[in-house]
């Protein structure tokens, strides 16, 4: 028989959930998930985390970017042993050794069941158009480029219809593995500041290529001059090739992670 000794004393040596709220130029990187041989922002976290802590910890993210997609408020977390550095200096440390490309702008040490994804009550992600007659070069790496003159009233037309709980089969790639499309989305607007125009979308969690399908939908719907009530029949049939083009990724942001509900925009 095998008697387990107890020690009173003697404590077991607890683990810190680090969290990070981190924003990245995603023009060179293939996405946020690391992948062999391809440079990613999580592959330069872990990258970085090895160099720290000599070993990599499993990172979880509130959700991944494809290839050319920024951030302003990505949110990560994941658990160490390293227990005696502080918030500010976990800052410090990893922003010395990432690319000037990925920057952590906020520390945190959260509960140790807290999850950068499952506590996650809404995303919110921008895309941006420049909206003049010509490209506007030092602009273009972060946003795309629009030469007819945008009505945001008018697009706004459009986008009520996509708010709500919804399938959006008709909005999601072909190779999205959700078991499930539906989601809901708490607001889908435009926005203009100057000749910059913003589409905004806040939802509980968006499909692969979600926004930027949308965006590529929203568009040609509105330049062919389509009554509003088209995205509807779009939405409810409930097929991607009703959609129309997904946009290119360069002019969307995932600017913001909400974690209590009463923060949402309604």
């Known amino acids: 028989e095998i008697v387990m000794m107890k020690f009173p004393n ?3 040596r607890q ?3 680090v969290k990070l709220t981190l924003s990245y130029d995603g023009t060179d990187f293939y996405g946020f998930q690391a992948q062999d041989g391809l440079p990613t922002v999580a592959g330069e976290i872990e990258k970085a985390l090895q160099k720290i802590l ?4 499993e990172i979880v993210c509130a959700g991944r970017t494809d290839k050319g997609v920024h951030a302003d408020g990505q949110v990560i977390n994941f658990h160490t042993s390293l227990d005696k550095m502080k918030e500010y200096n976990w800052l410090r440390a990893l922003n010395s050794i990432l690319p000037r490309s990925v920057r952590i702008t906020h520390c945190e040490f959260m509960p140790e069941e807290w999850s950068a994804r499952f506590d996650a009550k809404a995303r919110e992600y921008h895309y941006f158009l420049v909206n003049q007659r010509f490209p506007d070069a030092r ?3 972060f946003a795309s480029f629009c030469y007819y003159d945008l009505d945001v009233e008018q697009l706004n037309q459009y986008c009520k219809y996509l708010v709500g709980e919804h399938d959006f089969t008709s909005f999601s790639a072909a190779d999205d593995p959700s078991r499930t499309k539906i989601r809901q989305i708490y607001k889908l607007d435009t926005m203009r500041g100057g000749d910059l125009v913003t589409l905004r979308g806040i939802g509980s ?6 926004v930027r399908i949308i965006t590529g939908t929203l568009l040609p719907l509105y330049r062919k001059g389509e009554p509003p ?3 509807k029949e779009i939405l409810d049939g409930q097929n991607r090739q009703l959609a129309r083009d ?3 990724p360069n002019g969307l942001v995932f600017k913001r992670v909400y974690y209590d509900e009463k ?3 309604q």
């Open 246 to 248: 997904t946009i290119e």
């Open 139 to 141: 602009r273009m790496r």
């Open 263 to 265: 923060e949402i925009p």
């Open 205 to 210: 969690a968006f499909l692969h290529n979600m």
């Open 10 to 12: 003697c404590k077991r």
């Open 54 to 57: 000599g070993e990599v910890p």
């Open 15 to 17: 683990k810190v959930n």
């Open 229 to 231: 009530i088209r995205m």
